[in-house]
C-alpha cells in the first residue's frame, strides 16, 4: 500500500496538502472525501482519522492528521527541495513563526468571512446582518495588514528569497475569502505581486486546478449538503453570529 492523501479541494489546508505534493511530484493516490456528503463522519473514515477531519494520510500502517505535520512529514520522507523548509535556523524559525501564527489570524479571520458570505446565507436562508459582515471584514483586514508588516515585509517571500511552507498555506487560506467575493488583493499591491510569485513558484495551471471546487462554491446549494449536517452547521452558525 503506498501514499494515500484523504482530501477534499474545497479546504484550504487540503489545497495545500495536494499542490504541495503535486509540484514536488510525490506519488499518491488522491482518496476524495466529500464533506458537504458527511463522508468524513463514517466508520471507514474513522478508521484513518479518529478526529474525523480533513485532511489525513496513510502510509502503511501509519495515519496522521492536521495538516501542518502531513506537510511537515512530507518535507522529510521525501526530501523535498530546501526551501520549502530551510535547513537554515532562522529560516526555518521564519517559516515556523508564521505557521504558529496563522491558526487563529489569517486562517481563522478568513474561514470566518467565508462562512458569513456563503455558509450562512446558504444554510439559513438570509444574509448576515451588514454589521456584523462589516466587523468580520475588518477583523480580517486587521490580519492582513499584520501578515505585511510582520511576516512579508519588503522580502518576496516570508521566509526570504524562496518560496516556503509558510507560503502556500498563507495563500490557500487567503483564496478561501477571495472565492467568497471579497478580492483582498485588489487595493493591496505588494500583496497582489506575492501572491503571483507563489502562484508562479508552485504552478499556476495547478494552482487553479486546486482551486477550481472553491471557485464554484457559490453554486453549491443547500440539498447538496447531507441533512444531519446541515442541521448541525446551521446550529453552529446561529451561535456563532
Known sequence: MGLELYLD??????????????????????????????????????????????????????????????????????????????????????VDEYLSWQHANIRAKGSKLFLTKVMFPLITGQPLPPEKLEFITEELNVALKQFEEKFLQDKPFIAGSEVSLADLVALVELMQPVCAGYDLFEERPKLKEWRRRVEEAVGKDLFQEAHQDIRNIKNLTADQLAPELMENFKQQLLKQF
Open 9 to 94: 479541494l474545497l479546504s484550504q489546508p487540503c489545497r495545500a496538502l495536494y499542490i504541495f505534493a503535486r509540484s514536488n511530484n510525490i506519488p499518491f493516490e488522491f482518496k476524495k472525501v466529500q464533506l458537504a456528503k458527511g463522508q468524513h463522519k463514517t466508520e471507514e473514515f474513522r478508521k484513518v482519522n479518529v478526529l474525523m477531519k480533513v485532511p489525513a494520510l496513510r502510509d502503511g500502517s501509519f495515519t496522521l492528521a492536521e495538516s501542518i505535520a502531513i506537510l511537515l512529514y512530507l518535507v522529510q520522507k521525501f526530501k523535498t527541495p530546501d526551501h520549502w523548509y530551510p535547513s537554515d535556523l532562522q529560516k526555518r524559525a521564519r
